[in-house]
C-alpha cells in the first residue's frame, strides 16, 4: 500500500464513522466529516497534507500525488 491509497482509505473510515456517529449518538460529529472533506479538497489544490508526513514516517512508499 502506498501513501495515496492510505490516505484514501482513511479518509473514508473518517466520514462513514463520523457519518453513523452522527446518526446514533448526536448530529454534531458532522462537522468532523465537513472537516475531512475539506481536508481533501485543499490536499487536491495545493498538494499538501498534514497526514503524508505521519505515514512517511510509518514508513509507506509515496505514490503519485505526494511525492
Request: proline residues 3%; contains cysteine; hydrophobic residues 50%.
Amino acid at each position: 500500500m502506498n501513501i495515496d491509497r492510505a490516505i484514501y482509505a482513511i479518509a473514508g473510515f473518517f466520514v462513514v464513522c463520523s457519518t453513523l456517529l452522527s446518526i446514533y449518538h448526536n448530529q454534531n460529529w458532522l462537522w468532523f466529516t465537513g472537516f475531512v472533506g475539506l481536508n481533501l479538497l485543499q490536499s487536491s489544490i495545493t498538494g499538501f497534507c498534514p497526514l503524508v508526513g505521519i505515514l512517511k514516517a510509518a514508513g509507506l512508499k509515496p505514490g503519485q500525488a505526494f511525492t
